[in-house]
């Protein structure tokens, strides 16, 4: 039951530096935030994940699709997985931004990374060893998409590799249909945001048990890998490698998505067992259907799926969506409205009711709806929603406050560019230094 008393959140006094980029890194910290850790969002201006510099106007993923003078604090896509966070700018690549970094790793608690396999350690030389040398109990984890080791270990990789490499693309789409026609799906970096998060946690509660710090060697794809269990298990004991179904499923008929009045509006049903058959029958007065040779048994409806499924869509064509639903769930038949993302999904009564979706106010960006934590703490009051950081926001606090940098060394950072908070030309591009490399490779 939910309390009136105001308690802390679960990582309150936990500090984690997030080096981090687009969603499974950034979603790892995301997390951490919202159960109260401070997350420092470690960036710099020699590479930015935020989008192009300087966008045309009217591109998509603006508020009212208008980058503005400074897009790179005006990104949907960045301030939608960026929520409770600090953001400072340090470049790692050079003797000032790695001693401070080394500073900050001294007083903080976590370090989290998405980045490239080699990156941190390698080009930077802040590997584990390194860190704990500054920090003894330092949790470190760095989740490339292949993991720290292994012969994948330096291969690149975004949500759609590692879609691939875990074997779900295969399971995508439709029997009928080649791979070619599967639509793009990041599922994996959610999972390697929550998978992180969750590691992180675990190597927090060993250090409150042994005083000892932790590196963390995560897989991003090992970490989605599990999602297709049923399907890895299935190979394993017949040998035989399961093919696409589309939204048809073995065991259950009806299944899938059907029509629904108006455009491009559907609801997902479904039936179980027979039983349930029976029910959604007499939801839809249609008592006879439960009765049909071709329909009475779940056998009988696996062989006429084509025939079943036109049933089902000339009775839902006729009707609402969200009144499919309601007469199914009446009958105890799982049924739901497929939403989009967009207004179906902030006009849902149901995630209204329980306050999903924060209203935010983000001092470049304006004021919008913003989805909200995942969970509810009892005591909690509020969640905690604070807008994402704009890049380099919270130089002077982390730099000056809690470091103690004297006026003098914060101005020479300032002045070497090892922090700031515009970025350089050519860091949207791969980073400036890579850019100048191919320049200088082209002869430019």
């Known amino acids: ?107 903080s608690d976590v370090v989290v990374s998405n980045y490239a396999y080699g990156v941190l350690t390698e080009k930077f030389g802040l590997d584990y060893e390194t860190l704990r040398r500054v920090k003894p109990d330092i949790v470190m984890l760095l989740m490339p998409g292949f993991g720290n080791t292994g012969p994948y270990r330096r291969y690149r990789s975004m949500g759609m590799t590692i879609d691939a490499l875990s074997g779900h693309s295969a399971l995508r789409g439709y029997p009928d249909e080649d791979l070619s026609t599967l639509s793009p799906v990041h599922h994996p970096d959610a999972v390697g945001g929550a998978t992180a998060a969750f590691a992180v946690c675990a190597a927090l509660h060993r250090r409150n048990r042994t005083g000892q710090g932790q590196f963390i060697d995560m897989a991003q794809a090992e970490a989605f890998i599990p999602h297709m269990g049923e399907a890895v298990l299935e190979y394993g004991m017949t040998g035989r490698q399961r093919a696409r179904r589309g939204n048809r499923h073995p065991d259950m008929a009806p299944h899938g998505v059907y029509p629904c009045q108006g455009e491009d509006r559907w609801v997902a049903i479904a039936v179980r067992s027979d039983s349930e058959w029976r029910a959604a029958c007499a939801a839809m007065d249609s008592p006879d259907l439960a009765d049909d040779p071709r329909f009475a048994r779940l056998d009988a409806r696996l ?51 329980r306050d999903y979706f924060q209203q935010v106010t983000h001092p470049e960006a304006g004021t919008y709806l913003l989805s909200g934590p995942m969970w509810k703490l009892s005591g909690q009051g509020e969640p905690r929603h604070e807008p994402a950081p704009g890049l380099g926001e919270h130089n002077s606090h982390v730099l000056r406050e809690l470091l103690g940098v004297t006026d003098a060394a914060y101005s020479e950072l300032e002045r070497e560019l090892v922090i700031g908070d515009t970025p350089l030309e050519g860091s949207d591009m791969g980073g400036v230094r890579r850019v100048r490399r191919e320049a200088a490779r082209r002869g430019g």
Request: proline content about 8%.
């Open 1 to 107: 039951m939910m309390g009136n008393t105001k308690t802390s959140l679960p990582l309150e006094g936990v500090r984690s530096l997030e080096l981090a980029e687009i969603w499974a890194g950034p979603f790892c910290g995301v997390l951490m935030g919202d159960l109260g850790a401070e997350v420092i969002k470690v960036e710099s201006l020699q590479r930015i994940a935020r989008g192009p510099v300087r966008p045309p106007a009217g591109s998509a993923g603006y508020p009212d699709s208008d980058p503005g003078e400074r897009p790179w604090n005006r990104s949907a896509n960045f301030n939608g997985l960026n929520r409770n966070k600090a953001g400072l700018t340090l470049d790692l690549g050079t003797p000032l931004g790695a001693e401070a970094f080394k500073e900050l790793v001294s007083v």
């Open 303 to 353: 062989s006429n799926c084509d025939e079943l499924d036109g049933a089902v869509a000339r009775w839902t064509s006729g009707l609402d969506r969200y009144e499919v639903t309601r007469r199914l769930q009446v009958a105890g038949v799982p049924a739901g409205p497929v939403l989009d993302c967009g207004a179906d999904a902030y006009d849902d009564p149901h995630l209204q009711a």
